[in-house]
């Protein structure tokens, strides 16, 4: 399988999209200290404001950038995710 993915970056993004889930959890497991920063300051903004900046960064991702740049953009965006999947899970229990 790792013949087939290429190297083990591309792997994990693989594995990550296909299931939907990602190395990175809200609890901060998993993450980078960036990371951890990032998701501190998403979750004291409401469910709208996640939706926007989702939306921003699906714009951004045909705009010339760097690969740092861009990786930046896809760890957001699937923590930006997983916020708000979080927000549903809890409004469908109530």
């Not at 920063?37 to 996640?50: F, N, T, W």
């Not at 045909?62 to 927000?87: C, P, V, Y």
């Amino acid at each position: 399988m790792c013949d087939e993915l290429g190297d083990m970056e591309y792997m994990a993004a693989y594995i990550e999209e296909a299931g939907k889930t990602s190395l990175c959890a809200l609890d901060g497991s998993g993450c980078s200290d960036k990371q951890k920063a990032y998701i501190a300051k998403m979750k004291e903004r409401g469910s709208d404001e996640q939706q926007k900046q989702l939306t921003r960064l699906e714009n951004m991702k045909e705009s010339s950038m760097t690969q740092d740049l861009l990786a930046w953009l896809k760890q957001r965006k699937k923590i930006l995710q997983q916020l708000l999947d979080a927000g549903d899970d809890e409004k469908v229990e109530l």
